[in-house]
Nanobody
Framework: QLQLVELGGGLVQPGGSLRLSCAAS????????IGWFRQAPGKEREGVSA????????NYVDSVKGRFTISRDDAKNTVYLQMNSLKPEDTAVYYC????????????????????WGQGTQVTVSS
């Protein structure tokens, strides 16, 4: 059974950092592009960042550029999202998702392009 599990969410003060991880079980992430998405209450799910299989290409939504970094460790079957300089507007449930196809550009941040999803982890940025 293919499964993605997100870990690392929590409560952090503005300006703080968190590292989210997305671990796969039941399949190898080697050939999958991975995306990170978030959804705040009352808002649509938003693409945050994505990484191609092999890690050669990454993409970020403008609001997190320079603050968030996506990376992958295929030996550990895990993808990470390092989030620095967090802001209250980053508060949301964060999801990772996997796709066998890397579409590139803005398409890599579209939820519809991904086939497998984790259950999400809550990130709350508040003082």
């Amino acid at each position: 059974q293919l499964q993605l599990v997100e870990l690392g969410g929590g409560l952090v003060q503005p300006g703080g950092s968190l590292r989210l991880s997305c671990a796969a079980s039941g399949f190898s992430l080697d050939y999958y592009a991975i995306g990170w998405f978030r959804q705040a209450p009352g808002k649509e799910r938003e693409g945050v960042s994505a990484i191609s299989s092999g890690g050669g290409t990454t993409n970020y939504v403008d609001s997190v550029k320079g603050r968030f970094t996506i990376s992958r460790d295929d030996a550990k079957n895990t993808v990470y999202l390092q989030m620095n300089s967090l802001k209250p507007e980053d508060t949301a449930v964060y999801y990772c998702a996997a796709s066998l196809t890397w579409y590139g550009g803005s398409r890599s941040l579209l939820p519809s392009q991904y086939d497998y999803w984790g259950q999400g982890t809550q990130v709350t940025v508040s003082s």
